[in-house]
């Protein structure tokens, strides 16, 4: 018997960014699905409906100066951030039509997204 060839794989085979960016993105979708709803019914229904007690300023102020609170509400903007703008990306592109703007559209949504998570860091740090 005779084996069939291994095919070979050339060494200068460039590799796309774009699995980077869907890991980003469904991680970004699950993070969004699972920790801002629970953010938003705590803190938009929950507590102003007096369903549970209010935390005073200075508990929430020293909770949010955790620094694994920080890195945890800045990851969740992050992954927000990159999965809103890949959505609107291929919205923009595939739902509208404008895929001949490819490269223009992927830099305004990811830079968006850039400029958008350095925003919610630096308001997470000095805060």
């Not at 060839?5 to 993070?31: I, Y």
């Amino acid at each position: 018997m005779t084996r069939a060839p291994t095919p070979t794989v050339r060494a200068n085979t460039r590799r796309s960014p774009e699995p980077m960016f869907w890991l980003l993105f469904s991680a970004g979708g699950m993070a969004a699905a699972l920790l801002a709803p629970a953010l938003l019914i705590l803190f938009g229904a929950a507590i102003p409906l007096g369903w549970i007690p209010a935390p005073d300023h200075q508990h929430l102020h020293s909770v949010l100066r955790n620094p694994i609170t920080v890195l945890v509400l800045i990851g969740l903007c992050v992954l927000a951030l990159v999965h809103a703008a890949h959505r609107l990306r291929f919205l923009l592109q595939h739902g509208l039509r404008l895929g001949r703007a490819r490269g223009p559209l992927a830099v305004s949504c990811y830079g968006a997204a850039a400029v958008g998570s350095v925003v919610a860091a630096y308001l997470l740090i000095t805060a």
